[in-house]
């Protein structure tokens, strides 16, 4: 008996810890959640201020310009028009053709020549299935990393 009495006075404050740390939790929790709220309303109000200044220098930028024409002192009084107007005849114009037109006359071309084959080295290949023939090209190596050593050969 002795030993339960004694269990149970040892487990007592473990399972009064148990409630509170719930509780820690819970206040742990609500704290983070508010701390969260906070800066994020300020991230947010930081934003907005931000965009009414950026806004305020592209007004200023865009340069909104009054309309400068003039504007009538007295309002013009318009009269009614009829919903069925009658329409008038107008005369028809008078076109008189001034000739006719000339075709011109077809001149010969003069045939394209085909340029003379240059007798160079080819080089004879298959890329990618397709037969090419291309010049071969001459490399020329530098003596050094000057300017000057850079020459037409």
């Known amino acids: 008996m002795k030993k339960f009495l004694f269990l149970i006075l040892?487990?007592?404050p473990v399972l009064a810890k148990g409630?509170?740390?719930n509780t820690d939790y819970q206040s742990f929790?609500?704290?983070l959640l508010n701390d969260y709220q906070k800066y994020r309303k300020?991230?947010?109000d930081d934003y907005a201020d931000y965009l009414a200044g950026v806004w305020k220098e592209f007004q200023l930028f865009r340069g909104v310009k009054r309309d400068e024409t003039p504007k009538p002192v007295v309002v013009?009084?318009?009269e009614d028009?009829?919903?069925n107007p009658v329409p008038q005849k107008l005369p028809a114009p008078n076109v008189t053709p001034k000739e006719e037109p000339q075709v011109p006359k077809a001149v010969p071309v003069k045939p394209i020549e085909p340029a003379k084959p240059i007798n160079a080295p080819t080089l004879d290949f298959t890329f990618y299935g397709v037969q090419l023939r291309s010049v071969k090209?001459?490399?020329f190596h530098l003596s050094s990393l000057e300017p000057s050593a850079?020459?037409?050969k």
Do not use: A, S
Request: charged content about 25%.
């Open 150 to 152: 850079i020459l037409r």
């Open 10 to 12: 040892l487990t007592w």
């Open 19 to 21: 409630q509170d740390v």
């Open 76 to 78: 013009p009084n318009v």
């Open 81 to 83: 028009i009829p919903t």
């Open 137 to 139: 090209m001459k490399v």
């Open 29 to 31: 929790r609500k704290d």
């Open 42 to 44: 300020g991230v947010l």
